[in-house]
Nanobody, 125 residues
């Protein structure tokens, strides 16, 4: 049974940092392209960052480039999203997704096979 469990969300002030974790079980993150998405109230789930299965390539939404970093720890089978210089507009529920058929991460959420339950990030001004 595949599970993706996000953690690390919380309340932070503008300009602060958080590190989100996505712990995988039932799959190996080195065999999947992994993506972080976020969904604010009343909005679509949007792509934030992605990491290819090889680990060689990363992709970011323009809105987070230079502030967020996606990485993984193969030994822990976990993917991370380091978020710095947080803005109020980063407030959302953050989800990680795993795509087995993806050579590279996709910004399209329907291309991911598995999802976690999400973790809330709230940035206060």
């Amino acid at each position: 049974q595949v599970q993706l469990v996000e953690s690390g969300g919380g309340l932070v002030q503008v300009g602060g940092s958080l590190r989100l974790s996505c712990a995988a079980s039932g799959l190996t993150v080195t065999s999947y392209s992994m993506g972080w998405f976020r969904q604010a109230p009343g909005k679509e789930r949007d792509f934030v960052a992605g990491l290819s299965w090889s680990g060689d390539n990363t992709y970011y939404a323009d809105s987070v480039k230079g502030r967020f970093t996606i990485s993984r720890d193969n030994a822990k089978n976990t993917v991370y999203l380091q978020m710095n210089s947080l803005k109020a507009e980063d407030t959302a529920v953050y989800y990680c997704g795993a795509g087995f058929r993806l050579v590279a991460p996709s910004p399209e959420k329907y291309e991911y096979d598995y999802w976690g339950q999400g973790t809330q990030v709230t940035v206060s001004s």
